[in-house]
């Protein structure tokens, strides 16, 4: 039997500059008045810095904004500038259409699943981008049933307790928050103990921060080991896939707008929704009407699955200081288990036997890394990377 294709698109906004944040300064930025001004510029790396005459409005320095807090340019007096960070051909995902005719949606499609976006996009400030396609179900996969955990001390065994999830991995990344969140004091002779570059810590900052960093990837075991035990998935397999994912730091957000310490992406989220009914009871009424999660996932409206997937995604971009930010997480570890246990059924409908390998590699690498029995070389890759954490 073939199975009917449902075609995604997505409505975008159209490329713009976007401007993040304005600085008016007599002196160099720090660290500090950057942060204040601007916040924690999350993916810095695709932003730039200008330096605007506020008397002619002329750009007169424009460089990447991976220098910032330093300004590299010849700026006097520096009160005569104003300093924007701009983010370049900035996009928003406005609103996902599926159908199952391969063509461009019309506009009375448009106007029937994103009917809030309509007019932008008749008036051409929206854009229409093609995501790929999926097969299309005409009824919920069964429920399916996870294999027993053996004990034993294996990454892929249950262990006695808790207390056996215990890591000291040295993540840089990790270090490099905690010394930016001012958690730890880096013993660096003055200097701020951070590459520059990709903001991680440098090997003095990392050294000043491995005390924390320790505590900080095992304040989650006793969580983890209980989530794990609730889906029957493998307690150390599912720390080692979050070491990788998020490094531990519940303010992780990934190039594609991957969220919470499994870095779910919104695909990611659709597969976890359709392949564990529990975590779609548990999220669809915090979306959807209630009367409305009667029906399966699968079966759900394209608008309604989107609100679910949402709310699920959601609840894994927590708010505040750090340290509540972990409490937080700390409370969704069952939705990180469920979403890894749901990856598990995925695998094994794509490979026709389930595997923990073959999960983690569609995982991070999708349904084409399984194919024809072989794992494609960055699953296999993946799979070295969590399992030796």
Same mark, same amino acid.
């Given at each position: 039997?073939?199975?009917?294709?449902?075609?995604?698109?997505?409505?975008?906004?159209?490329?713009?500059?976007?401007?993040?944040?304005?600085?008016?300064?007599?002196?160099?930025?720090?660290?500090?008045?950057?942060?204040?001004?601007?916040?924690?510029?999350?993916?810095?790396?695709?932003?730039?810095?200008?330096?605007?005459?506020?008397?002619?409005?002329?750009?007169?320095?424009?460089?990447?904004?991976?220098?910032?807090?330093?300004?590299?340019?010849?700026?006097?007096?520096?009160?005569?500038?104003?300093?924007?960070?701009?983010?370049?051909?900035?996009?928003?995902?406005?609103?996902?259409?599926?159908?199952?005719?391969?063509?461009?949606?019309?506009?009375?499609?448009?106007?029937?699943?994103?009917?809030?976006?309509?007019?932008?996009?008749?008036?051409?400030?929206?854009?229409?981008?093609?995501?790929?396609?999926?097969?299309?179900?005409?009824?919920?996969?069964?429920?399916?049933?996870?294999?027993?955990?053996?004990?034993?001390?294996?990454?892929?065994?249950?262990?006695? *307790?808790?207390?056996?999830?215990?890591?000291? /991995? $040295? =993540? %840089? @990344? !990790? &270090?490099?928050? +905690?010394?930016?969140?001012?958690?730890?004091?880096?013993?660096?002779?003055?200097?701020?103990?951070?590459?520059?570059?990709?903001?991680?810590?440098?090997?003095?900052?990392?050294?000043?921060?491995?005390?924390?960093?320790?505590?900080?990837?095992?304040?989650?075991?006793?969580?983890?080991?209980?989530?794990?035990?609730?889906?029957?998935?493998?307690?150390?397999?599912?720390?080692?896939?979050?070491?990788?994912?998020?490094?531990?730091?519940?303010?992780?957000?990934?190039?594609?707008?991957?969220?919470?310490?499994?870095?779910?992406?919104?695909?990611?989220?659709?597969?976890?929704?359709?392949?564990?009914?529990?975590?779609?009871?548990?999220?669809?009424?915090? *979306?959807?009407?209630?009367?409305?999660?009667? /029906? $399966? =996932? %699968? @079966? !759900? &409206?394209?608008? +309604?699955?989107?609100?679910?997937?949402?709310?699920?995604?959601?609840?894994?971009?927590?708010?505040?200081?750090?340290?509540?930010?972990?409490?937080?997480?700390?409370?969704?570890?069952?939705?990180?288990?469920?979403?890894?246990?749901?990856?598990?059924?995925?695998?094994?409908?794509?490979?026709?036997?389930?595997?923990?390998?073959?999960?983690?590699?569609?995982?991070?690498?999708?349904?084409?890394?399984?194919?024809?029995?072989?794992?494609?070389?960055?699953?296999?890759?993946?799979?070295?990377?969590?399992?030796?954490?």
């Amino acid at each position: 039997m073939i199975a009917t294709l449902i075609y995604v698109w997505y409505l975008l906004t159209v490329p713009t500059d976007k401007l993040i944040c304005s600085l008016w300064v007599s002196q160099a930025p720090n660290n500090a008045a950057l942060v204040s001004a601007c916040g924690n510029l999350d993916h810095r790396e695709r932003m730039i810095w200008r330096a605007v005459n506020i008397q002619t409005g002329e750009v007169t320095c424009e460089r990447p904004a991976s220098e910032l807090p330093a300004l590299n340019c010849s700026l006097v007096p520096l009160d005569h500038y104003r300093i924007e960070v701009v983010w370049p051909n900035y996009q928003e995902i406005s609103c996902a259409l599926s159908q199952t005719d391969p063509g461009t949606p019309d506009q009375a499609s448009i106007n029937s699943q994103c009917p809030e976006q309509a007019s932008d996009y008749a008036s051409g400030n929206l854009i229409l981008k093609f995501a790929g396609s999926r097969p299309e179900d005409a009824a919920p996969p069964p429920v399916c049933p996870m294999p027993p955990l053996n004990s034993g001390d294996g990454v892929y065994e249950l262990p006695a *307790g808790s207390q056996d999830l215990q890591t000291s /991995t $040295p =993540y %840089a @990344l !990790l &270090a490099g928050q +905690l010394i930016w969140y001012g958690l730890v004091m880096p013993q660096c002779d003055g200097w701020s103990g951070l590459d520059p570059t990709t903001h991680a810590a440098d090997a003095c900052g990392l050294q000043s921060a491995m005390p924390k960093v320790i505590s900080w990837q095992n304040q989650f075991d006793a969580a983890i080991y209980q989530a794990a035990l609730t889906a029957q998935v493998p307690p150390k397999l599912l720390k080692g896939l979050i070491g990788v994912e998020s490094q531990f730091w519940p303010f992780a957000v990934g190039q594609l707008g991957e969220m919470g310490l499994v870095q779910l992406s919104d695909v990611g989220a659709d597969i976890a929704l359709l392949y564990s009914p529990d975590l779609y009871a548990g999220y669809c009424s915090k *979306g959807a009407d209630p009367a409305d999660c009667q /029906t $399966p =996932y %699968a @079966l !759900l &409206a394209p608008s +309604l699955q989107a609100d679910v997937r949402d709310a699920l995604r959601a609840s894994m971009t927590p708010t505040g200081l750090p340290e509540q930010a972990a409490q937080d997480s700390n409370g969704e570890m069952v939705t990180y288990a469920r979403v890894l246990a749901a990856y598990y059924c995925y695998a094994g409908e794509v490979t026709g036997e389930a595997s923990w390998n073959s999960t983690l590699a569609v995982y991070h690498a999708g349904a084409e890394c399984v194919k024809n029995g072989q794992i494609c070389q960055a699953g296999t890759d993946y799979i070295d990377q969590v399992i030796k954490k």
